[in-house]
């Protein structure tokens, strides 16, 4: 899903309503440990986001993982995974437009934010801001200074306006043009006009939306540990890495081709439940 964390390019819309999933208490008490060529990766799931948190189990749970690709490596922002397609692929193949066909209902938390080692959700373009069933990304992130993450709020409160627009009954005409020309990707400049109409009445109704301000402890973070604030309010994070920084970092340091696709194949040997562990240090 190259277009899926804000940066990204786009990826195949899928069916909106998310299938009914549910998990033992056993199992979401567990930690999930990302066996790859590269080393493990551990991660531990958020209770505060149950859809998202049971999804993923069912999916350990069914081996979906098992053999998929890391198919998108941008250094100081996210790796990437989650494309059925990357098992087979071959070296130039372009991956990241495929999932399962659903999605998952986005569940936005106070606390819960794009810190580095944070698990996300990718997605597509849809006005709910609805999960890709699959393509999960890992954040390594870079450290901000105040000036930037006062740029990275503005970019958040641009893009609830957006959001809000695209709610709004008032836009439903423009609002289903526009969706179905993210879908199709077959005439892109009339969606660059579409956006552009959307944008303009974003701006009338910016400022006056409520306000979205960083809290003092989340800057705090951004300031010291890194993250990537940007995608704050637009993607859910449904959990963050306990053990494992230093392969996620490895893997993000990786040679890439023009698509952000590792030259080196990254590949997920396994994915499976394991015994809570001591969380590491956040570089370890």
């Not at 397609?85 to 569940?107: F, H, I, M, Q, W």
């Amino acid at each position: 899903m190259r277009s899926a964390i804000f940066l990204l390019f786009s990826f195949l819309v899928v069916i909106s309503a998310c299938k009914e999933i549910k998990t033992d208490s056993a199992e979401a008490s567990k930690d999930v440990e990302i066996v790859t060529n590269k080393g493990s990766i551990i991660i531990r799931l958020y209770d505060e986001t149950p859809l998202h948190r049971d999804n993923f189990l069912t999916l350990v749970e069914d081996k979906f993982y098992d053999s998929i690709l890391f198919h998108r490596v941008i250094e100081n922002f996210v790796i990437q995974a989650g494309d059925p397609e990357s098992r087979k692929a071959a070296a130039n193949d372009s991956l990241g437009e495929v999932d399962l066909p659903y999605t998952v209902p986005a569940e936005f938390h106070p606390d819960i934010y794009h810190k580095r080692g944070a698990l996300g959700m990718a997605r597509n373009n849809t006005p709910s801001r609805a999960s890709s069933s699959t393509q999960f990304y890992i954040v390594q992130g870079r450290v901000f200074n105040d000036s930037l993450l006062n740029i990275a709020e503005d970019r958040i409160n641009s893009r609830l306006a957006f959001n809000h627009v695209v709610n709004d009954p008032a836009n439903k005409e423009l609002s289903v043009v526009w969706a179905g020309l993210e879908s199709d990707k077959s005439s892109p400049k009339e969606l660059a006009r579409v956006i552009a109409q959307l944008d303009s009445l974003a701006i009338l109704v910016k400022d006056s939306l409520p306000r979205y301000i960083i809290p003092a402890e989340q800057r705090n973070i951004y300031t010291t540990a890194g993250g990537a604030p940007h995608l704050d309010q637009s993607y859910t994070v449904f959990g963050e890495v306990v053990s494992g920084m230093a392969v996620v970092d490895s893997i993000a340091a990786m040679q890439t081709n023009p698509m952000d696709r590792p030259l080196e194949d990254v590949r997920i040997k396994e994915v499976r439940l394991v015994d809570r562990v001591q969380q590491a240090p956040r570089d370890e």
